[in-house]
T-cell receptor, first 113, second 114 residues
Framework: GENVEQHPSTLSVQEGDSAVIKCTYS??????FPWYKQELGKRPQLIID?????GEKKDQRIAVTLNKTAKHFSLHITETQPEDSAVYFC????????????FGAGTRLTVKP | EPEVTQTPSHQVTQMGQEVILRCVPI?????FYWYRQILGQKVEFLVS????????KSEIFDDQFSVERPDGSNFTLKIRSTKLEDSAMYFC????????????FGPGTRLTVL
């Protein structure tokens, strides 16, 4: 089955700096890669996603890149703000497998004011 | 904006008891999921459900677990005989279409097994 690895497990940045979180996946059939933000005690919220026919996607301060050959994808947050502090999960969805989605272990991002 | 809802928000039970966790997916969604998140750990896929049957289940989803869509709106997860290690946050999610469609998560039910 699919295995998703996520690094780093914790990340601390100064407000205004950029943050990058990286994930790798094992199943080349995966074709959907969402990123979720989870604040303490709350549900995971989708912040951005990318499909395998796209190499990069941006939404304001958030961008995701995908390298299908290397089977890795990354989340980039620019101009970080304290409210970006949360746990971020990447996930990969296996094509033709009824959306069986596997999550990475999560990255705890702390943005210091 | 429509949201997935879950009840109860917190369930406390004794080991060996049965629990039923309830979810109301977004109304025009056709695919439903349950996930588990043990405190401080990652979200783990349990099961997906479509057209009144299980589509996919993980190795975690053993015979103690079952899912049901008893009516047109509810989607339930039953744990027959709870164990201490079942203590976790259980998230329901739904998506509109089958393939690689965005899944929307409910607020979760925190299950505590004593």
């Amino acid at each position: 089955g699919e295995n998703v690895e996520q690094h780093p497990s914790t990340l601390s940045v100064q407000e205004g700096d950029s943050a990058v979180i990286k994930c790798t996946y094992s199943d080349s059939a995966s074709n959907y890669f969402p990123w979720y933000k989870q604040e303490l005690g709350k549900r995971p919220q989708l912040i951005i996603d990318i499909r395998s026919n796209v190499g990069e996607k941006k939404d304001q301060r958030i961008a995701v890149t995908l390298n299908k050959t290397a089977k890795h994808f990354s989340l980039h947050i620019t101009e970080t703000q304290p409210e970006d502090s949360a746990v971020y999960f990447c996930a990969a969805s296996i094509r033709n497998n009824n959306n069986d989605m596997r999550f990475g272990a999560g990255t705890r991002l702390t943005v210091k004011p | 904006e429509p949201e997935v809802t879950q009840t109860p928000s917190h369930q406390v039970t004794q080991m060996g008891q049965e629990v039923i966790l309830r979810c109301v997916p977004i109304s025009n969604h056709l695919y439903f999921y349950w996930y588990r998140q043990i405190l401080g750990q990652k979200v783990e896929f349990l099961v997906s459900f479509y057209n009144n049957e299980i589509s996919e289940k993980s190795e975690i989803f053993d015979d103690q677990f079952s899912v049901e869509r008893p009516d047109g709106s509810n989607f339930t997860l039953k744990i027959r005989s709870t164990k201490l290690e079942d203590s976790a946050m259980y998230f329901c999610a739904s998506s509109r279409q089958r393939s690689t469609d965005t899944q929307y998560f409910g607020p979760g039910t925190r299950l505590t097994v004593l």
